[in-house]
Protein backbone atom coordinates (compact mmCIF):
# COMPACT_ATOMS: atom_id res chain seq x y z
CA UNK A 1 0.00 0.00 0.00
CA UNK A 2 1.73 3.48 -1.14
CA UNK A 3 1.69 6.07 1.33
CA UNK A 4 2.77 9.59 0.51
CA UNK A 5 3.21 12.96 2.96
CA UNK A 6 2.62 15.95 1.20
CA UNK A 7 3.42 19.29 3.01
CA UNK A 8 0.65 21.80 1.90
CA UNK A 9 2.03 24.77 2.99
CA UNK A 10 4.87 26.24 5.52
CA UNK A 11 4.10 28.20 8.65
CA UNK A 12 6.98 30.03 10.72
CA UNK A 13 6.98 29.42 14.82
CA UNK A 14 9.44 30.16 17.25
CA UNK A 15 11.28 26.80 18.33
CA UNK A 16 11.14 28.18 21.71
CA UNK A 17 6.75 27.78 21.94
CA UNK A 18 7.47 23.57 20.54
CA UNK A 19 10.56 22.62 22.03
CA UNK A 20 11.37 22.68 25.97
CA UNK A 21 14.73 24.54 26.12
CA UNK A 22 14.02 25.63 22.29
CA UNK A 23 15.79 29.05 21.11
CA UNK A 24 13.87 32.21 19.68
CA UNK A 25 14.81 31.10 16.35
CA UNK A 26 12.02 30.38 14.11
CA UNK A 27 12.05 26.68 12.33
CA UNK A 28 9.77 26.63 9.16
CA UNK A 29 7.11 23.71 10.00
CA UNK A 30 5.39 21.59 7.89
CA UNK A 31 1.55 20.96 7.32
CA UNK A 32 1.26 17.62 6.01
CA UNK A 33 -1.36 15.35 4.87
CA UNK A 34 -1.71 11.89 3.80
CA UNK A 35 -2.43 10.16 0.34
CA UNK A 36 -2.93 6.40 0.40
CA UNK A 37 -3.35 4.27 -2.71
CA UNK A 38 -5.17 1.44 -1.74
CA UNK A 39 -5.95 -1.43 -4.06
CA UNK A 40 -9.44 -1.95 -3.15
CA UNK A 41 -10.73 1.54 -2.15
CA UNK A 42 -8.34 3.71 -5.03
CA UNK A 43 -6.82 7.45 -2.94
CA UNK A 44 -7.80 8.21 0.33
CA UNK A 45 -6.57 11.06 1.53
CA UNK A 46 -5.95 11.47 5.48
CA UNK A 47 -6.72 15.68 6.52
CA UNK A 48 -6.18 17.77 3.36
CA UNK A 49 -3.50 20.60 4.76
CA UNK A 50 -3.86 24.08 4.57
CA UNK A 51 -5.47 25.20 0.99
CA UNK A 52 -6.89 28.17 -0.41
CA UNK A 53 -10.17 27.96 1.06
CA UNK A 54 -8.53 29.39 4.34
CA UNK A 55 -5.58 31.49 2.68
CA UNK A 56 -6.80 33.21 -0.46
CA UNK A 57 -10.62 32.44 -0.89
CA UNK A 58 -12.55 35.59 -1.57
CA UNK A 59 -15.73 34.39 0.49
CA UNK A 60 -13.74 33.67 3.74
CA UNK A 61 -15.78 34.69 6.63
CA UNK A 62 -13.36 37.98 8.63
CA UNK A 63 -12.54 35.51 11.28
CA UNK A 64 -10.80 33.18 9.27
CA UNK A 65 -8.98 36.17 7.31
CA UNK A 66 -7.59 37.23 10.00
CA UNK A 67 -6.21 33.54 11.19
CA UNK A 68 -4.65 33.11 7.87
CA UNK A 69 -2.52 36.63 8.24
CA UNK A 70 -1.90 36.39 11.71
CA UNK A 71 -0.66 32.31 11.20
CA UNK A 72 0.57 33.32 7.69
CA UNK A 73 0.85 30.37 6.32
CA UNK A 74 2.59 29.92 2.80
CA UNK A 75 0.94 27.43 0.37
CA UNK A 76 2.95 25.21 -1.53
CA UNK A 77 0.98 24.80 -4.85
CA UNK A 78 2.39 21.61 -6.42
CA UNK A 79 1.93 19.46 -3.11
CA UNK A 80 -1.79 21.00 -2.74
CA UNK A 81 -3.98 17.45 -3.19
CA UNK A 82 -5.52 18.59 -6.88
CA UNK A 83 -1.89 18.49 -8.49
CA UNK A 84 -0.59 15.59 -6.37
CA UNK A 85 -3.68 13.56 -7.15
CA UNK A 86 -2.86 14.34 -10.68
CA UNK A 87 0.80 12.72 -10.34
CA UNK A 88 -0.52 9.57 -9.32
CA UNK A 89 -3.72 9.53 -12.20
CA UNK A 90 -6.34 10.84 -10.66
CA UNK A 91 -8.82 13.61 -9.72
CA UNK A 92 -10.51 15.36 -6.58
CA UNK A 93 -13.64 13.36 -7.89
CA UNK A 94 -11.75 9.83 -7.68
CA UNK A 95 -11.35 10.75 -3.81
CA UNK A 96 -13.98 8.48 -1.98
CA UNK A 97 -12.58 8.69 1.79
CA UNK A 98 -10.92 11.30 3.03
CA UNK A 99 -10.07 10.65 6.98
CA UNK A 100 -10.29 13.25 9.52
CA UNK A 101 -8.27 13.21 12.15
CA UNK A 102 -9.91 16.37 14.02
CA UNK A 103 -11.46 19.86 12.94
CA UNK A 104 -8.90 22.03 13.39
CA UNK A 105 -8.47 24.28 9.63
CA UNK A 106 -5.17 23.03 9.06
CA UNK A 107 -6.26 19.28 8.31
CA UNK A 108 -9.98 20.37 7.14
CA UNK A 109 -9.38 23.25 4.78
CA UNK A 110 -10.42 21.47 1.36
CA UNK A 111 -13.18 18.97 2.33
CA UNK A 112 -14.88 20.85 -0.17
CA UNK A 113 -12.82 19.72 -3.17
CA UNK A 114 -13.94 15.78 -3.01
CA UNK A 115 -17.61 15.63 -3.74
CA UNK A 116 -18.03 12.43 -3.80
CA UNK A 117 -16.23 11.52 -0.57
CA UNK A 118 -17.39 10.22 2.65
CA UNK A 119 -15.77 11.48 5.58
CA UNK A 120 -14.37 8.98 8.22
CA UNK A 121 -14.39 11.04 11.33
CA UNK A 122 -14.50 11.02 15.21
CA UNK A 123 -18.48 11.28 15.66
CA UNK A 124 -18.97 12.80 18.98
CA UNK A 125 -16.31 15.16 17.73
CA UNK A 126 -18.62 16.31 14.77
CA UNK A 127 -21.54 16.15 17.38
CA UNK A 128 -19.39 18.49 19.65
CA UNK A 129 -18.53 20.91 17.14
CA UNK A 130 -22.20 20.93 15.63
CA UNK A 131 -23.67 21.96 19.04
CA UNK A 132 -21.33 24.58 19.69
CA UNK A 133 -21.07 28.09 19.23
CA UNK A 134 -19.05 29.64 16.32
CA UNK A 135 -17.06 31.51 18.72
CA UNK A 136 -16.10 28.40 20.78
CA UNK A 137 -15.43 27.00 18.09
CA UNK A 138 -13.03 29.44 16.49
CA UNK A 139 -11.80 29.73 19.98
CA UNK A 140 -10.70 26.15 19.55
CA UNK A 141 -8.92 26.38 16.02
CA UNK A 142 -12.74 24.60 14.50
CA UNK A 143 -13.76 27.07 11.49
CA UNK A 144 -17.50 25.45 10.53
CA UNK A 145 -17.51 27.18 7.37
CA UNK A 146 -14.80 24.86 5.94
CA UNK A 147 -16.93 22.11 7.06
CA UNK A 148 -19.01 21.19 3.93
CA UNK A 149 -22.43 21.34 4.89
CA UNK A 150 -23.80 18.30 3.79
CA UNK A 151 -20.97 16.84 6.39
CA UNK A 152 -23.10 15.02 7.99
CA UNK A 153 -24.86 12.43 5.90
CA UNK A 154 -21.55 11.72 4.51
CA UNK A 155 -19.66 10.96 7.43
CA UNK A 156 -18.52 7.39 9.13
CA UNK A 157 -18.53 7.68 12.71
CA UNK A 158 -15.01 5.69 13.26
CA UNK A 159 -17.01 4.74 16.36
CA UNK A 160 -18.95 2.72 14.56
CA UNK A 161 -16.26 0.58 13.14
CA UNK A 162 -14.42 -2.77 13.76
CA UNK A 163 -12.14 -2.25 16.69
CA UNK A 164 -9.02 -3.70 16.77
CA UNK A 165 -6.63 -5.31 19.35
CA UNK A 166 -3.79 -3.01 20.33
CA UNK A 167 -0.72 -3.00 18.90
CA UNK A 168 2.54 -1.93 19.90
CA UNK A 169 2.02 -0.47 22.92
CA UNK A 170 -0.81 1.79 21.91
CA UNK A 171 -4.80 1.97 22.72
CA UNK A 172 -7.17 -0.07 20.74
CA UNK A 173 -8.04 1.41 16.98
CA UNK A 174 -11.01 1.30 14.27
CA UNK A 175 -10.52 -0.85 11.30
CA UNK A 176 -10.97 2.55 9.13
CA UNK A 177 -10.83 0.64 5.63
CA UNK A 178 -11.92 -2.96 6.48
CA UNK A 179 -8.58 -4.66 5.83
CA UNK A 180 -6.61 -3.16 9.36
CA UNK A 181 -4.02 -1.90 6.96
CA UNK A 182 -5.34 1.49 8.31
CA UNK A 183 -6.41 2.03 12.04
CA UNK A 184 -7.16 4.84 13.94
CA UNK A 185 -5.77 5.01 17.20
CA UNK A 186 -7.36 7.46 19.83
CA UNK A 187 -5.01 10.10 21.26
CA UNK A 188 -6.89 12.92 21.76
CA UNK A 189 -5.91 16.16 24.04
CA UNK A 190 -4.66 18.38 21.36
CA UNK A 191 -7.96 18.39 20.00
CA UNK A 192 -11.69 16.91 21.03
CA UNK A 193 -11.67 12.72 19.27
CA UNK A 194 -8.23 13.73 17.78
CA UNK A 195 -6.84 10.23 16.06
CA UNK A 196 -3.52 9.00 14.65
CA UNK A 197 -3.35 6.51 12.20
CA UNK A 198 -1.44 3.53 12.18
CA UNK A 199 -0.56 2.51 8.46
CA UNK A 200 0.95 -0.38 6.95
CA UNK A 201 2.99 0.42 4.60
CA UNK A 202 5.22 -0.87 2.08
CA UNK A 203 7.72 -0.50 4.30
CA UNK A 204 6.80 -1.56 7.34
CA UNK A 205 4.00 0.11 9.78
CA UNK A 206 3.54 3.64 10.62
CA UNK A 207 2.25 5.55 13.01
CA UNK A 208 0.57 8.97 11.79
CA UNK A 209 0.70 10.91 15.02
CA UNK A 210 -1.19 13.87 13.57
CA UNK A 211 -0.58 16.74 15.89
CA UNK A 212 0.33 15.32 18.86
CA UNK A 213 3.41 17.29 19.26
CA UNK A 214 4.63 19.71 16.72
CA UNK A 215 8.12 18.95 16.65
CA UNK A 216 9.30 14.86 16.84
CA UNK A 217 12.72 16.00 19.03
CA UNK A 218 10.33 17.18 21.48
CA UNK A 219 9.00 13.40 21.97
CA UNK A 220 12.48 11.76 21.71
CA UNK A 221 14.32 13.97 23.29
CA UNK A 222 11.76 14.86 26.30
CA UNK A 223 11.89 18.33 25.30
CA UNK A 224 7.79 18.51 25.56
CA UNK A 225 7.08 22.04 26.14
CA UNK A 226 4.41 21.89 28.20
CA UNK A 227 2.66 25.79 28.58
CA UNK A 228 1.44 26.62 25.29
CA UNK A 229 -0.05 23.16 25.27
CA UNK A 230 -1.64 24.46 28.17
CA UNK A 231 -3.54 27.52 26.40
CA UNK A 232 -4.29 25.75 23.15
CA UNK A 233 -5.25 21.98 24.21
CA UNK A 234 -8.78 20.92 24.26
CA UNK A 235 -7.96 18.60 27.43
CA UNK A 236 -4.30 18.75 28.65
CA UNK A 237 -4.61 15.50 30.67
CA UNK A 238 -5.84 13.91 27.68
CA UNK A 239 -3.06 15.53 25.42
CA UNK A 240 -0.38 14.39 28.69
CA UNK A 241 -1.35 10.73 28.29
CA UNK A 242 -1.07 11.10 24.14
CA UNK A 243 2.26 12.64 24.52
CA UNK A 244 3.06 9.72 27.29
CA UNK A 245 2.07 6.99 24.53
CA UNK A 246 3.65 8.50 21.67
CA UNK A 247 7.02 8.78 23.61
CA UNK A 248 6.38 5.37 24.64
CA UNK A 249 5.99 4.34 20.98
CA UNK A 250 9.38 6.20 19.18
CA UNK A 251 11.16 4.17 22.52
CA UNK A 252 10.45 1.09 20.48
CA UNK A 253 12.19 2.18 17.24
CA UNK A 254 9.06 2.06 15.84
CA UNK A 255 8.25 4.94 12.54
CA UNK A 256 5.93 7.73 13.31
CA UNK A 257 5.21 10.75 11.16
CA UNK A 258 4.00 14.15 13.06
CA UNK A 259 1.60 16.16 10.87
CA UNK A 260 4.13 19.93 11.52
CA UNK A 261 7.75 18.39 11.85
CA UNK A 262 10.39 20.42 10.39
CA UNK A 263 12.06 18.16 9.62
CA UNK A 264 12.61 15.85 6.07
CA UNK A 265 11.29 12.02 6.08
CA UNK A 266 11.57 9.31 3.83
CA UNK A 267 7.42 9.24 3.80
CA UNK A 268 7.66 13.20 2.54
CA UNK A 269 5.98 13.60 -0.75
CA UNK A 270 9.25 14.97 -2.26
CA UNK A 271 8.78 16.51 -6.18
CA UNK A 272 11.47 15.32 -7.65
CA UNK A 273 11.94 11.78 -6.39
CA UNK A 274 7.89 10.72 -6.13
CA UNK A 275 7.49 7.71 -8.80
CA UNK A 276 3.78 7.72 -9.24
ZN1 LIG B 1 -4.51 20.46 15.23
Known amino acids: ?3 IFPNSADVAASERFILKGGRWRRVMLKVRYGVIVHPDHGPVLIDTGYTAETISAPDRGRVLRLYS ?3 GPTLNPDQQPEPVLARLGFTPADVRFVIVTHFHADHISGLRQ ?22 HNIRHGVFPELVPDDFDGRMIDTESLPRTEPEYGLPAGRDLLGDGR ?19 TASGPLLYAV ?16 WPARLITDDYEDWR ?8 YLAQGRAALLCHDPENTPFDYDMANSDP
Do not use: C, Y
Request: proline share 4%; aromatic share 8%.
Open 69 to 71: RVL
Open 114 to 135: FPNARFIANGPAFAHLRSSTDW
Open 211 to 226: DVQWIRRAATEARVQA
Open 1 to 3: MKV
Open 241 to 248: RSTDALAA
Open 182 to 200: VVAVGLPGHARGLFGVMLQ
